[in-house]
Protein backbone atom coordinates (compact mmCIF):
# COMPACT_ATOMS: atom_id res chain seq x y z
CA UNK A 1 0.00 0.00 0.00
CA UNK A 2 1.13 3.85 -0.68
CA UNK A 3 0.89 5.03 2.92
CA UNK A 4 1.25 8.45 1.11
CA UNK A 5 -2.27 7.88 0.83
CA UNK A 6 -4.70 8.89 3.86
CA UNK A 7 -8.00 8.39 1.76
CA UNK A 8 -9.80 6.02 0.10
CA UNK A 9 -11.67 7.57 -2.64
CA UNK A 10 -15.01 6.34 -3.77
CA UNK A 11 -14.42 7.35 -7.21
CA UNK A 12 -17.18 9.56 -7.88
CA UNK A 13 -15.94 13.27 -6.43
CA UNK A 14 -19.61 14.60 -5.79
CA UNK A 15 -19.61 11.61 -3.19
CA UNK A 16 -16.26 12.43 -1.54
CA UNK A 17 -17.14 15.54 -1.36
CA UNK A 18 -19.57 14.44 1.17
CA UNK A 19 -16.84 12.16 2.79
CA UNK A 20 -14.57 14.65 3.45
CA UNK A 21 -12.56 13.82 0.10
CA UNK A 22 -12.73 10.15 0.88
CA UNK A 23 -12.54 7.50 3.49
CA UNK A 24 -9.84 7.46 5.81
CA UNK A 25 -7.20 4.67 5.03
CA UNK A 26 -6.96 2.15 8.06
CA UNK A 27 -10.19 2.85 9.27
CA UNK A 28 -13.41 0.46 9.43
CA UNK A 29 -16.74 1.53 8.19
CA UNK A 30 -19.84 0.53 8.98
CA UNK A 31 -22.37 0.89 6.25
CA UNK A 32 -25.86 0.50 7.15
CA UNK A 33 -29.70 0.38 6.05
CA UNK A 34 -32.92 -1.53 5.11
CA UNK A 35 -33.43 -4.04 1.45
CA UNK A 36 -32.64 -2.25 -1.54
CA UNK A 37 -31.30 1.14 0.11
CA UNK A 38 -27.81 1.14 -2.16
CA UNK A 39 -25.56 -0.38 0.39
CA UNK A 40 -24.03 -3.12 -2.13
CA UNK A 41 -23.88 0.24 -4.69
CA UNK A 42 -21.87 1.92 -2.60
CA UNK A 43 -19.00 -0.65 -1.88
CA UNK A 44 -18.82 -1.36 -5.41
CA UNK A 45 -18.45 2.33 -6.07
CA UNK A 46 -15.93 2.16 -3.35
CA UNK A 47 -14.31 -1.02 -5.00
CA UNK A 48 -14.15 0.71 -7.88
CA UNK A 49 -12.28 3.92 -6.56
CA UNK A 50 -9.87 1.06 -4.58
CA UNK A 51 -9.15 -0.44 -8.37
CA UNK A 52 -8.24 3.23 -9.71
CA UNK A 53 -5.91 3.99 -6.67
CA UNK A 54 -4.17 1.03 -7.02
CA UNK A 55 -5.06 -0.74 -3.88
CA UNK A 56 -5.83 -4.66 -3.63
CA UNK A 57 -9.33 -5.46 -2.69
CA UNK A 58 -10.66 -8.67 -0.78
CA UNK A 59 -15.24 -9.06 -1.46
CA UNK A 60 -16.86 -11.37 0.87
CA UNK A 61 -20.26 -11.44 -0.80
CA UNK A 62 -23.17 -12.82 0.51
CA UNK A 63 -25.23 -11.18 -1.70
CA UNK A 64 -23.38 -11.47 -5.40
CA UNK A 65 -21.38 -14.47 -7.17
CA UNK A 66 -18.75 -13.96 -9.01
CA UNK A 67 -20.23 -13.30 -12.59
CA UNK A 68 -22.73 -11.72 -11.33
CA UNK A 69 -21.07 -8.56 -9.13
CA UNK A 70 -18.81 -8.67 -11.92
CA UNK A 71 -22.04 -7.72 -14.18
CA UNK A 72 -23.23 -5.63 -11.56
CA UNK A 73 -19.58 -3.48 -11.82
CA UNK A 74 -20.12 -3.32 -15.81
CA UNK A 75 -23.55 -2.46 -15.45
CA UNK A 76 -22.81 0.78 -13.56
CA UNK A 77 -20.32 1.88 -16.18
CA UNK A 78 -17.72 0.26 -13.43
CA UNK A 79 -15.80 -2.71 -15.52
CA UNK A 80 -13.40 -3.86 -13.43
CA UNK A 81 -12.54 -7.21 -14.77
CA UNK A 82 -9.19 -6.97 -16.03
CA UNK A 83 -8.71 -5.92 -11.89
CA UNK A 84 -10.39 -9.07 -11.51
CA UNK A 85 -8.27 -11.03 -14.06
CA UNK A 86 -4.92 -9.34 -12.96
CA UNK A 87 -5.72 -10.47 -9.08
CA UNK A 88 -5.90 -7.19 -7.79
CA UNK A 89 -9.43 -7.67 -7.02
CA UNK A 90 -10.66 -11.23 -5.36
CA UNK A 91 -14.50 -11.93 -4.79
CA UNK A 92 -15.71 -14.83 -1.99
CA UNK A 93 -19.40 -15.65 -2.70
CA UNK A 94 -20.24 -17.00 1.09
CA UNK A 95 -23.53 -17.81 0.69
CA UNK A 96 -23.52 -21.37 0.23
CA UNK A 97 -26.71 -22.97 -0.75
CA UNK A 98 -28.00 -25.91 1.38
CA UNK A 99 -25.18 -25.35 3.92
CA UNK A 100 -26.84 -25.47 7.04
CA UNK A 101 -24.98 -22.99 9.92
CA UNK A 102 -25.76 -23.13 13.36
CA UNK A 103 -23.82 -21.08 16.29
CA UNK A 104 -20.72 -23.70 16.76
CA UNK A 105 -20.48 -23.42 13.30
CA UNK A 106 -20.65 -19.74 12.76
CA UNK A 107 -17.74 -19.08 15.71
CA UNK A 108 -15.70 -20.81 13.98
CA UNK A 109 -16.92 -19.26 10.15
CA UNK A 110 -16.33 -15.90 11.41
CA UNK A 111 -12.72 -16.99 13.04
CA UNK A 112 -11.41 -18.21 9.58
CA UNK A 113 -12.62 -15.21 8.17
CA UNK A 114 -10.41 -13.13 10.54
CA UNK A 115 -7.09 -15.73 10.00
CA UNK A 116 -7.91 -14.88 6.40
CA UNK A 117 -8.33 -10.96 6.58
CA UNK A 118 -4.75 -10.94 8.76
CA UNK A 119 -2.64 -13.27 6.03
CA UNK A 120 -4.53 -11.41 3.08
CA UNK A 121 -2.17 -8.97 1.23
CA UNK A 122 -5.26 -6.78 0.24
CA UNK A 123 -5.48 -3.24 1.62
CA UNK A 124 -8.89 -2.97 1.43
CA UNK A 125 -11.38 -5.48 2.64
CA UNK A 126 -15.31 -5.49 2.04
CA UNK A 127 -17.53 -7.55 3.62
CA UNK A 128 -21.14 -7.49 1.91
CA UNK A 129 -23.37 -8.21 3.91
CA UNK A 130 -22.67 -9.06 7.25
CA UNK A 131 -26.32 -10.00 8.26
CA UNK A 132 -26.36 -13.38 7.32
CA UNK A 133 -23.93 -14.04 9.56
CA UNK A 134 -26.53 -12.90 12.31
CA UNK A 135 -28.93 -14.54 11.65
CA UNK A 136 -26.96 -17.31 13.33
CA UNK A 137 -24.36 -15.70 15.43
CA UNK A 138 -25.05 -14.55 18.71
CA UNK A 139 -24.62 -11.09 19.49
CA UNK A 140 -21.40 -11.22 21.41
CA UNK A 141 -19.87 -13.52 18.61
CA UNK A 142 -20.92 -10.20 16.48
CA UNK A 143 -19.52 -8.08 18.76
CA UNK A 144 -16.44 -9.64 18.98
CA UNK A 145 -15.93 -10.14 15.42
CA UNK A 146 -15.89 -6.11 15.35
CA UNK A 147 -13.63 -5.86 17.51
CA UNK A 148 -11.30 -8.17 15.78
CA UNK A 149 -11.53 -6.39 12.52
CA UNK A 150 -10.40 -3.10 14.91
CA UNK A 151 -7.61 -4.59 15.43
CA UNK A 152 -6.46 -5.60 11.98
CA UNK A 153 -7.43 -2.02 11.24
CA UNK A 154 -4.84 -1.04 14.02
CA UNK A 155 -2.62 -3.23 11.71
CA UNK A 156 -2.95 -1.63 8.80
CA UNK A 157 -6.22 -2.96 7.12
CA UNK A 158 -9.29 -0.83 5.94
CA UNK A 159 -12.48 -2.57 6.26
CA UNK A 160 -15.89 -1.90 5.09
CA UNK A 161 -19.14 -3.65 6.38
CA UNK A 162 -22.31 -3.92 5.07
CA UNK A 163 -25.34 -4.91 7.83
CA UNK A 164 -29.25 -4.61 7.45
CA UNK A 165 -29.89 -2.27 10.24
CA UNK A 166 -33.32 -4.61 11.26
CA UNK A 167 -31.02 -7.59 12.04
CA UNK A 168 -30.14 -6.13 15.00
CA UNK A 169 -31.79 -4.62 18.70
CA UNK A 170 -30.93 -1.06 19.04
CA UNK A 171 -28.40 -1.89 21.93
CA UNK A 172 -26.73 -3.73 19.74
CA UNK A 173 -26.52 -1.21 16.95
CA UNK A 174 -24.96 1.27 19.03
CA UNK A 175 -22.09 -1.20 20.17
CA UNK A 176 -21.76 -1.59 16.85
CA UNK A 177 -21.17 2.13 15.68
CA UNK A 178 -19.23 2.97 18.01
CA UNK A 179 -16.32 0.28 17.50
CA UNK A 180 -16.37 1.96 13.66
CA UNK A 181 -14.53 5.03 12.22
CA UNK A 182 -17.11 5.85 9.93
CA UNK A 183 -20.62 5.26 9.39
CA UNK A 184 -22.94 5.76 6.31
CA UNK A 185 -26.54 5.16 6.43
CA UNK A 186 -28.57 4.40 3.52
CA UNK A 187 -32.51 5.09 2.91
CA UNK A 188 -34.98 5.90 0.64
CA UNK A 189 -36.50 9.32 -0.64
CA UNK A 190 -39.49 9.95 -2.91
CA UNK A 191 -39.01 12.48 -5.41
CA UNK A 192 -42.37 13.42 -7.32
CA UNK A 193 -43.86 9.42 -7.54
CA UNK A 194 -40.79 7.46 -7.69
CA UNK A 195 -38.11 6.89 -4.96
CA UNK A 196 -33.92 7.36 -5.15
CA UNK A 197 -31.37 6.02 -2.83
CA UNK A 198 -29.95 8.52 -0.16
CA UNK A 199 -26.59 8.13 1.84
CA UNK A 200 -26.35 10.32 4.69
CA UNK A 201 -22.94 10.42 6.84
CA UNK A 202 -23.06 9.74 10.73
CA UNK A 203 -19.29 10.20 10.82
CA UNK A 204 -15.81 10.05 9.43
CA UNK A 205 -13.33 9.66 11.57
CA UNK A 206 -10.64 12.61 11.49
CA UNK A 207 -13.59 14.79 9.20
CA UNK A 208 -14.91 18.36 10.03
CA UNK A 209 -18.65 18.99 9.76
CA UNK A 210 -20.00 15.78 7.86
CA UNK A 211 -22.19 14.55 10.31
CA UNK A 212 -25.67 14.95 8.55
CA UNK A 213 -24.46 15.23 4.94
CA UNK A 214 -26.82 13.63 2.32
CA UNK A 215 -26.17 12.80 -0.94
CA UNK A 216 -29.05 11.39 -3.35
CA UNK A 217 -28.68 9.03 -6.42
CA UNK A 218 -30.23 6.53 -8.98
CA UNK A 219 -28.90 3.95 -10.68
CA UNK A 220 -28.96 3.58 -14.31
CA UNK A 221 -28.13 0.45 -16.28
CA UNK A 222 -25.12 1.15 -18.41
CA UNK A 223 -24.61 4.41 -16.87
CA UNK A 224 -23.87 3.88 -13.21
CA UNK A 225 -24.95 6.36 -10.55
CA UNK A 226 -26.43 9.81 -11.00
CA UNK A 227 -26.65 12.01 -8.65
CA UNK A 228 -29.59 13.77 -7.32
CA UNK A 229 -29.73 17.33 -6.11
CA UNK A 230 -31.58 16.94 -2.26
CA UNK A 231 -33.83 20.00 -2.73
CA UNK A 232 -35.74 17.62 -4.87
CA UNK A 233 -35.67 14.80 -2.24
CA UNK A 234 -37.68 14.17 0.60
CA UNK A 235 -36.66 11.52 2.83
Not at 87 to 109: A, C, N, S, T
Not at 206 to 227: D, Q, W
Amino acid sequence: MDTGKEILSTGNPEIDKKIADGLPLYSMTLIEGENDTGKSVITQQITWGAMKNSFQVDLFTTENTVKSFLNQMESMSLDISQYYAWGYLRVFPLHVVGFDWDEKDMQGILGRLIRHIERSKADVIIIDSLTLFSEYASTDMVLTFFTNCKTLVDNGKTILITLHTYAFDEDSLVRIRSTCDAHLVMKKALIGDKYVMVMEVGKVRGARKTTGNLVSFEVHPGYGMKIIPMSFARV
